[in-house]
C-alpha cells in the first residue's frame, strides 16, 4: 500500500503508468514531508538509522502519512531482507512460510525485515506467533497501523518493539506534495481550488497526490466547484468501529463539561459528518446532564430526554437542530458532578456496610412479631412537623450519619445546599 512521496526522474512509459503517488514516493529520509519528529535531527528513527542498531517497530498513524515508506526506507539502510505481507490478505499458513524462510536466511547469516501492513487486523493468536521470532532475532518486525496499539495489539508483542507515532500531515506538509506534483506543470486550480483539495484531503497524501493527478489531466483552469465536479465528496476518516468514534466523542463530552458550545457543535458536527448515530451521541448527552450538570440546573436532563424525542419524531435535517439546541444548552448550564460523586461515595460505603439493617423507624411493621419486635417504634411523620421535616435519622445505626452529597455553589444547587444548611440546623 502506497504511502509517501518524492521526485522520480524516471520517465519511462512504465513508469509513467505507475500512480503519482508511486512515482512521487521519497527514497530518503530528507524527502518525507510532515514527520520532522522522527526523520529529522535528532529524531528516533534518524537515530536508529545513524546507529546502526535496528529494532522492531509499530508505526502507528492515519491514512497516507508515510507508514509504508518509512518502512521501504528503514530497509534500504540496512543489510537485511526486507518482506512485506498485509495482515488483510495473510493467515497463520502465510506467516509460518515467511517464518521458515526468515530462519534459513538467519542460518545462512542473513537477517530480515518483515513488514506487516494492518497488523491490527491480526488477531490474538496470529501476533502471539511473531514472538518467539522476534524474540530470538529470526525477524525485526515493523507493522503499521491506523488503529491505537495499547487497545489492537497484544501486550507482549508491544513489549518487544517501539511504537513511533507517525502525525496527519498538516497543510505546508500537504502543499510540499503538491510542489512535488508540479515539477513538470503546474496544477490548473485556482487558489481557493488549491486549498480545498487540502482541506478535503484531509491528511491524506496519498489522496492528495490522486486528486493532484486527476487535475494535472484537465486542460483549463479549475474553481472550487470545477474541482468538485471531477472528484467525489470526500467523507471525512472517521470510523464508527476505530478509535476515531471514541477520541471525537471524548471530545464532544469533555467539550459540554467546559462549557465550550461552538466546540461541542463542532466535534458533533464532525460525528454527524462521518455517519455517527445520531442516538449514540444523544445517548452521550444524556450522560452528560446527569453527571456533569445534574442538580445546577435540573432542566438540562429534561432537554436532553426531549431533543432525543424530537430527533425520532422529526429525523434529518430537522432533527438536527433539536441535537443543536440540546448541545449549546447543556454546554451553558451551570455545571456540578455533586450527585455523581455523592454517588461514589454511597456505593464505597455500601461495599463496606452492605449487612447493616436499616433502623428499626424506617421500617414498616406488617405483622404483630413485627410489631412486637418494635419495628416501625420512634417513626415521625415528617409532614405532620412544622418544617415537613422531623430530622430522623436513615442510615444504620452501626455508622452513624453520612454527608455523600455536597451540592457546590452554582446554579440551582446554590438554593439545594441552603436547605442541607437549614435541616442540619433543625437536626441539631
Given at each position: 500500500m ?77 543489510d537485511?531482507h ?11 499458513a502465510?506467516?509460518?512460510?515467511v ?26 493468536s496470529q ?29 507482549a ?48 497524501g ?22 468538485l ?5 470526500r467523507a ?43 442516538a ?31 430527533y ?31 454517588l ?61 452529597y ?6 440551582f ?16
Open positions: 502506497a504511502d509517501l512521496f518524492a521526485t522520480n526522474t524516471d520517465q519511462s512509459e512504465e513508469n509513467q503508468a505507475r500512480p503519482l503517488a508511486d512515482r512521487l514516493r521519497p527514497k530518503t529520509l530528507e524527502d518525507v514531508v510532515g514527520q520532522d519528529h522522527l526523520v529529522g535531527e535528532g529524531g528516533s528513527l534518524r537515530r536508529m538509522i545513524d546507529s546502526g542498531k535496528m529494532q522492531s517497530i509499530i508505526f502507528w498513524g492515519p491514512p497516507g502519512c508515510g507508514k509504508t515508506t518509512l518502512a521501504r526506507i528503514l530497509a534500504h539502510h540496512t537485511l526486507y518482506e512485506q505481507i498485509s495482515a488483510i490478505f495473510s493467515g497463520v502465510d506467516l509460518r512460510k517464518f521458515d524462510a526468515a530462519r534459513l536466511r538467519k542460518q545462512n547469516g542473513k537477517g530480515t525485515m518483515l513488514f506487516v501492513d494492518e497488523i491490527h487486523r491480526f488477531n490474538k501476533q502471539d506467533a511473531f514472538l518467539p521470532v522476534m524474540e530470538d532475532g529470526t525477524i525485526i518486525l515493523v507493522g503499521a497501523t491506523t488503529e491505537n496499539p495499547s487497545f489492537e495489539l497484544n501486550a508483542l508491544l513489549s518487544r518493539a517501539q511504537v513511533l507515532v507517525l502525525k496527519r500531515l498538516d497543510e505546508d506538509a500537504l502543499e510540499q506534495l503538491l510542489q512535488k506534483a508540479e515539477a513538470e506543470k503546474p496544477l490548473p486550480l485556482t487558489e481557493k481550488a488549491r486549498n480545498l483539495l487540502k482541506t478535503m484531503a484531509d491528511g491524506d496519498r489522496y492528495a497526490l490522486s486528486v493532484a493527478e486527476q487535475v494535472l489531466a484537465q486542460n483549463e483552469e479549475l474553481d472550487e466547484e470545477g474541482l465536479n471531477i472528484v467525489q465528496h471525512p476518516l472517521y470510523d464508527k468501529g476505530d478509535e476515531a468514534h471514541y477520541n471525537l466523542i471524548s471530545a464532544f463530552h469533555k467539550s459540554l463539561r467546559a462549557s465550550d458550545a461552538d466546540a461541542a457543535l463542532y466535534w458533533m458536527a464532525r460525528m454527524l459528518a462521518g455517519g455517527e448515530d445520531p449514540y451521541i444523544l445517548r452521550r448527552m444524556l450522560c452528560v446532564a446527569s453527571e456533569d450538570i445534574s442538580n445546577a440546573d435540573p432542566q438540562a436532563l429534561v432537554v436532553a430526554n426531549n431533543a432525543w424525542t424530537a425520532e419524531r422529526l429525523g434529518v435535517p430537522e432533527g438536527e437542530l433539536a441535537m443543536a439546541q440540546a448541545c449549546t444548552y447543556l454546554a451553558t448550564a451551570p455545571k456540578s458532578n455533586a450527585s455523581y460523586m455523592a461514589k461515595a454511597a456505593k464505597r460505603a455500601a461495599g463496606e456496610t452492605g449487612s447493616l439493617m436499616p433502623p428499626k423507624h424506617a421500617v414498616n411493621a406488617p405483622t404483630k412479631l413485627m410489631k412486637t419486635e418494635g419495628y416501625s417504634d420512634g417513626y415521625i411523620y415528617d409532614h405532620d412537623t412544622e418544617h415537613g421535616f422531623s430530622g430522623l435519622s436513615y442510615f444504620p445505626e452501626g455508622i452513624g450519619r453520612q454527608e455523600f455536597q451540592p457546590v455553589e452554582r446554579g444547587e446554590r438554593e439545594i445546599r441552603k436547605r442541607l444548611d437549614f435541616w442540619k440546623k433543625l437536626r441539631k
